[in-house]
């Protein structure tokens, strides 16, 4: 222990329950876990990270929400941004980041994956980078299938798009479908 240092626990046990009311001012730069490893970190800019998973639940309808709002007055907005860092050139084929959606089935039950987004790298030749999105779904036997795949072109500036799965699938078009300046 330090000079003028003050340790003070608050609770004690797995069932202990602390209570504040009005703020909390913390004048460290991090909250410790048990391991003393920095779990909530703070910096001078006002920038937190969370090191490992973070979950939010709730027992209430429509809820936990996760808000992201911007309040400056002017054309931008919040930013999720997903960042991978190997430590090492990318490689192609890299996942970036996904969202997964799941529910419970209606028979054991068990949770399934409905779901997906996934961003990838498709080219990460430095000055040749080239994206790929593909949105997926579970396929009759809860195999997770792309059924819209966006992805770079084979010339500069060109996007291709994969819409549907094997042979079968079908896409329907409600309205009219444009082709170029033919309907």
């Excluded at 039950?109 to 579970?138: C, F, H, N, R, T």
Aim: charged share 20%.
């Amino acid at each position: 222990d330090a000079e003028d240092e003050v340790d003070v626990t608050i609770a004690s046990g797995t069932d202990s329950v602390t209570t504040i009311n009005g703020d909390l001012k913390i004048k460290g730069l991090s909250i410790l876990d048990d391991d003393d490893v920095a779990c909530i970190a703070f910096d001078s800019s006002g920038n937190t990270t969370i090191n490992n998973n973070t979950s939010f639940v709730s027992s209430t309808s429509e809820e936990p929400v996760v808000l992201i709002q911007n309040r400056t007055n002017d054309a931008t907005a919040g930013t999720i941004k997903f960042e991978t860092n190997r430590g090492a050139d990318a490689q192609d084929n890299d996942i970036l980041g996904q969202l997964e959606f799941w529910g419970y089935d209606d028979g054991t039950p068990s949770v399934q994956q409905y779901a997906g987004i996934v961003a990838s790298i498709q080219d990460a030749s430095s000055g040749a980078e080239e994206g790929q999105l593909d949105l997926k779904v579970a396929s009759h036997d809860g195999e997770m299938v792309t059924g819209i795949s966006i992805f770079s072109g084979n010339v500069e500036d060109e996007v291709d798009i994969q819409l549907g799965s094997g042979g079968s699938s079908r896409v329907t078009v409600p309205g009219s479908l444009v082709i170029g300046t033919t309907t």
